[in-house]
């Protein structure tokens, strides 16, 4: 069990979570620190408003964070790789990884920003914080099947779209384990529930479940999440994920051949799915409730269903 109210947690002799405390609350985004003679590393860094909490983490766990050497990025979302420049600029030996999808998008955040500048308006800054450009020297472009030696372990890099286009796992063989992103899903402390993140622009159901296709066959014992900590119940957890990935779009898909706008999609979604959330923390919980829109919220969700099905079926909106 991870402790909530620790900034750094030790998960093994080499690992730690680091919690970011995203928006002041424990438990919703997590980067993870590996140490070793291969060199300090972090898979993922969080918001760019939380640099300095995961900082005081990365000292809370016993390093420096001038000795990190490795910024391994599943995904370039902003609650993923949003500090990432900041902590290039701030780390004199950290380069960034990351798949060739994203790369371009942290060389260059524009488009990154001007997307997210439509969803969040004025809380962009609160959220986010300022995101920095990655310098291309710092800058290491990961392929499918890469094999990265951090820390004390030997990683590699799994492509696993569906959630991202830009999207990578990092399995880890010899301990079993893999660093999942967000491919694996959203399932926060104390809590069984699974709950799929499926924000615009990139779900692709098709490409998501040939990815946890993919992850089964690893025969983990367990997934490390950034949303958030160590799921030990593989089998079930991704078999959770995948039913309810196409359940959501089911209901998704009704609503929208009815001419539901998001708003309202978001709502059958909570409807629908915040008694599933209450009953596995065996109560009423709104605390936990919240913490899950912060970690993947509902009206992002019904927006991604929405492309979706716009771009890759639109046949099945026309049968209507």
Do not use: C
Request: aromatic share 6%; net charge negative; charged share 20%.
């Amino acid at each position: 069990m991870v402790a909530a109210d620790m900034p750094a947690f030790q998960l093994a002799d080499d690992l730690w979570l680091l919690d970011t405390l995203f928006q002041g609350e424990p438990g919703v985004i997590a980067s993870y620190l590996l140490a070793g003679p291969h060199g300090l590393a972090l898979v993922d860094v969080g918001s760019g408003a939380t640099v300095e909490n995961l900082l005081t983490a990365v000292r809370a766990s016993g390093h420096e964070p001038a000795a990190i050497e490795h910024l391994l990025i599943t995904h370039v979302h902003l609650d993923h790789a949003g500090a990432a420049g900041a902590l290039v600029r701030r780390l004199p030996q950290a380069r960034v990884y990351v798949h060739r999808f994203g790369a371009p998008h942290l060389l260059n955040p524009e488009k990154l920003v001007s997307s997210a500048q439509r969803i969040y308006g004025h809380r962009m800054r609160e959220l986010w914080g300022a995101i920095e450009p990655v310098p291309a020297e710092r800058l290491v472009v990961l392929e499918d099947g890469d094999e990265l030696r951090v820390g004390a372990r030997r990683l590699r890099a799994l492509y696993t779209p569906g959630h991202a286009v830009h999207h990578v796992a990092l399995h880890d063989e010899e301990a079993q384990v893999v660093f999942a992103g967000d491919v694996a899903g959203v399932r926060l402390p104390g809590n069984d529930f699974v709950r799929p993140p499926t924000p615009p622009p990139d779900l692709d159901l098709e490409a998501w479940t040939a990815s946890l296709d993919r992850l089964a066959t690893l025969k983990a014992r367990a997934l490390y999440l950034p949303h958030f900590g160590p799921a030990g119940d593989v089998a079930r957890h991704l078999a959770d994920l995948r039913s309810r990935l196409f359940e959501w779009g089911d209901l998704m898909l009704a609503g929208m051949r009815a001419g539901r706008s998001d708003v309202e999609l978001a709502g059958i979604l909570a409807e629908h799915a915040d008694g599933a959330v209450l009953a596995s923390t065996g109560g009423e919980d709104g605390e936990t409730l919240e913490r899950y829109e912060l970690a993947s919220n509902y009206l992002m969700s019904a927006q991604g269903y929405q492309r979706y099905y716009r771009k890759h079926h639109p046949e099945l909106l026309a049968s209507a």
